[in-house]
């Protein structure tokens, strides 16, 4: 019984953290009409930055308040990096604006292995201290079911702060921009602006996605942030809609549950799960671009009209 | 006499090998409605473009209230007042025709990035003005009852109506008009040339338009130039032009007699 | 230094067969071929296919030729596989989506790169496999009494399994006398001496190649009916169908020749490193893009710059900065001062070197 509990927090934690990145790549990507293939590079970002000052100040600080200190840290450090890349790239034209954000993320990918050992474990991986609670087999539940309570809480928090923004004037502006620059520029708004907004707001939640990834594996490597989990991501975004918040979350769940019963499956399926993923992306990308909620949102569903 | 409100002098652009817009003065004085007109590709829209900043002159420059404002971009550009219509509509199309509108009214009030999050007081306070001006424009150019619907979803006369409430919504001192008539049928138009006049009035414009229609043009501007093959080259009253040879050549190709 | 700018010559050669495959197809159809990488794997996997089966060097004729028979046929059948591949994926991956707009594309692209790698990985298994080095076969009755170089035989078991298992062994030691008795009483009848083929070697004939293939380009492409055709496409598609051009088969043809040169590429790389794996395309894809991006994409003189300067930067910026400017550990993140260059590049010219200026047109 503990077994599939064990198992079920494991993926709803998963989900919550899947979710996380796929609001704020959404928000980058679907919002902001923005191509950025480098997402996962500002996950990286966060969960080594939160791994770094978990070993830094252990013990000096008590552990929940280290916990949460990290993943401030996390984000910081994640937008800052948006900072650096989002302000030069930004007059990028779609094409190489893709190109120059995955360079980004192979940047942060290649820097991560080739600093010296004690920085950041290199190709090896860096161990992050438990600070949240002790972590044993007899409080394993517990410490996943309060992981869980708190990836729901921060998703939550995220998604509310996102859909607050794009209601906002700001975020009209940021819609305009993406959706005709030019028009926008000669009425005058400033188009950069908005952009670098949505850029680091989306790179600090990827942050914080990745912080709170760290402290629940206790253990991180480069391999945890290959381009396969970008892909994951954009099949997040594209499955549930790219206009949708709700719609990440659906989308969330369905991949992250189809992963992992993909473990448990018959060896036929499981084994090709690498090209699977990719298909399934292909196809819904010709079949169904805008997902299963296009630009709507859950709340949609339960009145007539679609919000314009 | 004052100094006009908006001047260029000698604003020329060369492509290359190609020229398209030489030596172009253009002058408009306070409150004036002012027409553009010319064959096709005579350099009228490249004109609106060097104006607003959308592209860099090659030579020339171009005047504001007496200050050279030659190479402003353009968001600047029309932060100063100068707003316009595009010749293919580009209208946000997904976004509802109010908040299409609403985008570009700028907040008295504070409309930063927390505040609009937080929805604090002094947001809400903002925004409730902007609703109220921007339905108002909307009212203005009849369009008021739909204002829930997707831009895109609009007639096409409709949506030329709102490129220029959009425009109206920046509160410019000068609106520079890109074929506001192309596509209406001649109903439509007699009503766009009342509304121009009216907003003109109501809004203390200054007006440039570029129109096909001799109709539309002689009907409401007061002093039109003409372009041909990026050159001036002729400038005065509707009269004057409808009799100017230069001009009968350059539209019909030959002298009329 | 000199040695550093040469090795660039050659590495940046080799990106710019790459680069021409990226350039030309989103000349095209506006395009980034994400599993182009790919098609440069695969060819290097057929060739390492024929170098080590196919058995071109035992061919009796006077040395050097059947190594160089041997390369040559590697090196055609990576050409014309990669080649192959290219027109089915297109045919079936990117033919309909071609309509569905840029994003939609892009994201096919990105997925057929995956399942190619991942493909690979089924079929040839992930772990890197050595490149073969050309073999030297010797009657054993023609060896003199004392080996001048190790000498080697095949061997064949079987598993308990079943399976059949190919392997060299060295039978004769380097300086060792020979026993022809007691090796044909073992059953060799035959054996080889191996031959490593220096990397200046390689590096010239990857120049040469470039050399030579350069004005065939510029003939196909200027002078030929088919090059007119994609030079059409690449200006305005649609003007060019309504003129009666085949489009698919312009489209098909530009996938084969960029996947062409790639596979020669492919052949090239693994033979100057030595092993080929299934994400062997993946950086080098990647970096060709990016020599691509910077000679302006669309642009084929472009690509052959773009690429022939990043192949030096490569070469020679880590070098620089390891001797001149004291960073000991340059070369290991030469990769990530490519992309940074990339980034900064991109910064001061956005379009490239011989990229169109984009003109906003209001």
Same mark, same amino acid.
């Given at each position: 019984?503990?077994?599939?509990?064990?198992?079920?927090?494991?993926?709803?934690?998963?989900?919550?953290?899947?979710?996380?990145?796929?609001?704020?790549?959404?928000?980058?990507?679907?919002?902001?009409?923005?191509?950025?293939?480098?997402?996962?590079?500002?996950?990286?970002?966060?969960?080594?930055?939160?791994?770094?000052?978990?070993?830094?100040?252990?013990?000096?600080?008590?552990?929940?308040?280290?916990?949460?200190?990290?993943?401030?840290?996390?984000?910081?450090?994640?937008?800052?990096?948006?900072?650096?890349?989002?302000?030069?790239?930004?007059?990028?034209?779609?094409?190489?604006?893709?190109?120059?954000?995955?360079?980004?993320?192979?940047?942060?990918?290649?820097?991560?292995?080739?600093?010296?050992?004690?920085?950041?474990?290199?190709?090896?991986?860096?161990?992050?201290?438990?600070?949240?609670?002790?972590?044993?087999?007899?409080?394993?539940?517990?410490?996943?079911?309060?992981?869980?309570?708190?990836?729901?809480?921060?998703?939550?928090?995220?998604? &509310?702060?996102?859909?607050?923004?794009?209601?906002?004037?700001?975020?009209?502006?940021?819609?305009?921009?993406?959706?005709?620059?030019?028009?926008?520029?000669?009425?005058?708004?400033?188009?950069?602006?908005?952009?670098?907004?949505?850029?680091?707001?989306?790179?600090?939640?990827?942050?914080?996605?990745?912080?709170?990834?760290?402290?629940?594996?206790?253990?991180?490597?480069?391999?945890?942030?290959?381009?396969?989990?970008?892909?994951?991501?954009?099949?997040?975004?594209?499955?549930?809609?790219?206009?949708?918040?709700?719609?990440?979350?659906?989308?969330?769940?369905?991949?992250?549950?189809?992963?992992?019963?993909?473990?448990?499956? /018959?060896?036929?399926?499981?084994?090709?799960?690498?090209?699977?993923?990719?298909?399934?992306?292909?196809?819904?990308?010709?079949? *169904?671009?805008?997902?299963?909620?296009?630009?709507?949102?859950?709340?949609?569903?339960?009145?007539?009209?679609?919000?314009? | 006499?004052?100094?006009?409100?908006?001047?260029?002098?000698?604003?020329?652009?060369?492509?290359?090998?190609?020229?398209?817009?030489?030596?172009?003065?253009?002058?408009?004085?306070?409150?004036?409605?002012?027409?553009?007109?010319?064959?096709?590709?005579?350099?009228?829209?490249?004109?609106?473009?060097?104006?607003?900043?959308?592209?860099?002159?090659?030579?020339?420059?171009? *005047?504001?209230?007496?200050?050279?404002?030659?190479?402003? *971009? /353009?968001?600047?550009?029309?932060?100063?007042?100068?707003?316009?219509?595009?010749?293919?509509?580009?209208?946000?199309?997904?976004?509802?025709?109010?908040?299409?509108?609403?985008?570009?009214?700028?907040?008295?009030?504070?409309?930063?990035?927390?505040?609009?999050?937080?929805?604090?007081?002094?947001?809400?306070?903002?925004?409730?003005?902007?609703?109220?001006?921007?339905?108002?424009?909307?009212?203005?150019?009849?369009?008021?009852?739909?204002?829930?619907?997707?831009?895109?979803?609009?007639?096409?006369?409709?949506?030329?109506?709102?490129?220029?409430?959009?425009?109206?919504?920046?509160?410019?001192?000068?609106?520079?008009?890109?074929?506001?008539?192309?596509?209406?049928?001649?109903?439509?138009?007699?009503?766009?040339?009342?509304?121009?006049?009216?907003? *003109?009035?109501?809004?203390?414009?200054?007006?440039?338009?570029?129109?096909?229609?001799?109709?539309?043009?002689?009907?409401?501007?007061?002093?039109?130039?003409?372009?041909?093959?990026?050159?001036?080259?002729?400038?005065?009253?509707?009269?004057?032009?409808?009799?100017?040879?230069?001009?009968?050549?350059?539209?019909?190709?030959?002298?009329?007699? | 230094?000199?040695?550093?700018?040469?090795?660039?010559?050659?590495?940046?050669?080799?990106?710019?067969?790459?680069?021409?495959?990226?350039?030309?197809?989103?000349?095209?159809?506006?395009?980034?071929?994400?599993?182009?990488?790919?098609?440069?794997?695969?060819?290097?996997?057929?060739?390492?296919?024929?170098?080590?089966?196919?058995?071109?060097?035992?061919?009796?004729?006077?040395?050097?030729?059947?190594?160089?028979?041997?390369?040559?046929?590697?090196?055609?059948?990576?050409?014309?596989?990669?080649?192959? &591949?290219?027109?089915?994926?297109?045919?079936?991956?990117?033919?309909?989506?071609?309509?569905?707009?840029?994003?939609?594309?892009?994201?096919?692209?990105?997925?057929?790169?995956?399942?190619?790698?991942?493909?690979?990985?089924?079929?040839?298994?992930?772990?890197?496999?050595?490149?073969?080095?050309?073999?030297?076969?010797?009657?054993?009755?023609?060896?003199?009494?004392?080996?001048?170089?190790?000498?080697?035989?095949?061997?064949?078991?079987?598993?308990?399994?079943?399976?059949?298992?190919?392997?060299?062994?060295?039978?004769?030691?380097?300086?060792?006398?020979?026993?022809?008795?007691?090796?044909?009483?073992?059953?060799?009848?035959?054996?080889?001496?191996?031959?490593?083929?220096?990397?200046?070697?390689?590096?010239?004939?990857?120049?040469?190649?470039?050399?030579?293939?350069? /004005?065939?380009?510029?003939?196909?492409?200027?002078?030929?009916?088919?090059?007119?055709?994609?030079?059409?496409?690449?200006?305005?598609?649609?003007?060019?169908?309504?003129?009666?051009?085949?489009?698919?088969?312009?489209?098909?043809?530009?996938?084969?020749?960029?996947?062409?040169?790639?596979?020669?590429?492919?052949?090239?790389?693994?033979?100057?490193?030595?092993?080929?794996?299934?994400?062997?395309?993946?950086?080098?894809?990647?970096?060709?893009?990016?020599?691509?991006?910077?000679?302006?994409?669309?642009?084929?003189?472009?690509?052959?710059?773009?690429?022939?300067?990043?192949?030096?930067?490569?070469?020679?910026?880590?070098?620089?900065?390891?001797?001149?400017?004291?960073?000991?550990?340059?070369?290991?993140?030469?990769?990530?001062?490519?992309?940074?260059?990339?980034?900064?590049?991109?910064?001061?010219?956005?379009?490239?070197?011989?990229?169109? /200026?984009?003109?906003?047109?209001?």
């Amino acid at each position: 019984m503990s077994g599939e509990l064990l198992w079920w927090l494991n993926l709803l934690v998963g989900v919550g953290i899947f979710t996380l990145l796929a609001v704020s790549l959404n928000l980058i990507n679907g919002f902001a009409g923005m191509f950025h293939l480098g997402h996962h590079g500002f996950w990286a970002m966060g969960a080594y930055a939160a791994a770094w000052l978990t070993r830094e100040c252990a013990g000096s600080l008590p552990g929940p308040l280290l916990y949460v200190a990290t993943l401030g840290f996390g984000m910081a450090v994640a937008a800052a990096g948006g900072l650096a890349v989002g302000i030069p790239c930004l007059r990028l034209r779609g094409d190489y604006l893709a190109i120059a954000t995955l360079g980004f993320a192979e940047i942060v990918r290649i820097a991560i292995q080739n600093l010296p050992q004690e920085t950041l474990g290199g190709s090896l991986g860096m161990p992050v201290a438990r600070v949240l609670m002790a972590v044993g087999p007899d409080t394993m539940v517990a410490f996943r079911g309060l992981t869980l309570l708190i990836a729901t809480a921060a998703c939550s928090l995220v998604i &509310l702060l996102i859909r607050n923004y794009i209601r906002s004037a700001q975020g009209r502006r940021l819609l305009a921009v993406a959706q005709d620059e030019t028009a926008a520029s000669l009425l005058g708004i400033d188009p950069t602006r908005p952009k670098v907004v949505a850029f680091v707001l989306g790179a600090s939640v990827a942050g914080l996605a990745g912080a709170l990834f760290a402290h629940f594996q206790g253990f991180i490597t480069p391999l945890d942030f290959q381009f396969m989990e970008m892909v994951k991501m954009f099949l997040i975004v594209v499955l549930g809609g790219m206009g949708s918040l709700s719609g990440c979350v659906v989308g969330a769940f369905l991949v992250i549950a189809t992963e992992q019963l993909l473990n448990r499956a /018959p060896e036929a399926i499981a084994e090709w799960w690498q090209v699977e993923f990719p298909l399934l992306l292909a196809l819904m990308i010709v079949f *169904r671009p805008q997902g299963i909620f296009g630009r709507r949102e859950i709340g949609d569903l339960f009145r007539r009209k679609a919000r314009a | 006499m004052s100094d006009p409100l908006f001047r260029t002098e000698g604003l020329t652009k060369r492509y290359g090998g190609l020229t398209a817009v030489s030596r172009v003065r253009l002058e408009l004085r306070e409150g004036e409605l002012v027409g553009l007109i010319g064959p096709n590709g005579a350099g009228k829209t490249t004109c609106f473009n060097l104006i607003t900043g959308a592209d860099l002159p090659t030579e020339g420059c171009i *005047r504001l209230r007496g200050a050279d404002v030659t190479g402003t *971009r /353009p968001f600047h550009m029309a932060r100063l007042g100068v707003a316009r219509t595009f010749q293919n509509i580009r209208l946000w199309k997904e976004m509802s025709v109010l908040d299409n509108v609403r985008t570009v009214c700028v907040a008295g009030g504070r409309s930063g990035f927390w505040s609009g999050v937080l929805r604090l007081s002094s947001y809400r306070i903002a925004e409730q003005s902007i609703r109220e001006r921007s339905e108002a424009l909307l009212a203005r150019m009849g369009l008021e009852g739909v204002a829930g619907e997707r831009a895109a979803d609009l007639p096409y006369g409709d949506q030329r109506k709102l490129e220029i409430a959009r425009a109206l919504a920046l509160a410019p001192r000068i609106l520079l008009l890109d074929e506001p008539a192309a596509g209406m049928n001649p109903a439509e138009k007699a009503d766009l040339m009342h509304t121009v006049r009216e907003i *003109r009035r109501e809004f203390a414009l200054t007006i440039l338009l570029i129109e096909h229609d001799m109709k539309f043009v002689m009907g409401i501007c007061e002093r039109i130039y003409v372009l041909d093959h990026g050159e001036e080259i002729a400038h005065g009253t509707p009269d004057e032009i409808r009799k100017d040879p230069k001009v009968i050549e350059a539209y019909l190709g030959g002298s009329a007699g | 230094m000199l040695d550093y700018l040469l090795n660039g010559l050659g590495l940046g050669a080799i990106f710019a067969f790459i680069a021409l495959g990226y350039t030309m197809v989103y000349g095209i159809i506006k395009l980034i071929n994400f599993a182009h990488g790919e098609f440069f794997m695969v060819g290097g996997f057929l060739g390492f296919f024929a170098l080590r089966d196919l058995g071109i060097e035992r061919l009796p004729l006077p040395a050097p030729l059947p190594i160089l028979l041997a390369y040559f046929c590697a090196l055609t059948v990576a050409a014309l596989g990669s080649g192959l &591949l290219a027109v089915v994926t297109e045919r079936i991956a990117y033919r309909p989506v071609r309509r569905a707009g840029r994003i939609a594309a892009l994201i096919t692209a990105v997925c057929v790169s995956l399942i190619l790698q991942n493909l690979a990985i089924k079929a040839w298994g992930a772990d890197p496999k050595a490149y073969p080095d050309p073999k030297v076969w010797v009657d054993v009755d023609d060896l003199p009494a004392r080996a001048e170089s190790n000498l080697y035989a095949r061997r064949v078991a079987t598993t308990s399994t079943g399976e059949r298992v190919e392997s060299e062994e060295r039978v004769v030691v380097e300086g060792e006398a020979i026993d022809r008795l007691r090796l044909k009483s073992e059953g060799r009848g035959e054996v080889y001496r191996k031959v490593t083929i220096p990397r200046e070697t390689t590096r010239g004939f990857v120049i040469l190649a470039l050399v030579l293939w350069t /004005p065939v380009l510029w003939f196909l492409v200027m002078r030929t009916r088919m090059g007119k055709a994609m030079r059409a496409v690449s200006e305005d598609l649609d003007a060019a169908r309504l003129m009666g051009i085949p489009i698919d088969r312009v489209v098909a043809y530009t996938f084969f020749l960029g996947a062409f040169v790639a596979g020669v590429g492919g052949v090239a790389y693994c033979v100057t490193y030595g092993k080929i794996e299934p994400f062997t395309g993946f950086v080098p894809g990647l970096k060709a893009f990016i020599a691509a991006v910077i000679g302006g994409i669309g642009s084929i003189p472009g690509a052959l710059v773009g690429g022939l300067l990043l192949g030096i930067a490569e070469s020679v910026v880590p070098y620089m900065l390891r001797d001149w400017a004291g960073w000991r550990a340059a070369f290991a993140w030469k990769d990530a001062i490519a992309f940074a260059l990339l980034i900064l590049f991109l910064l001061v010219r956005p379009t490239g070197l011989f990229g169109r /200026p984009l003109r906003v047109k209001v």
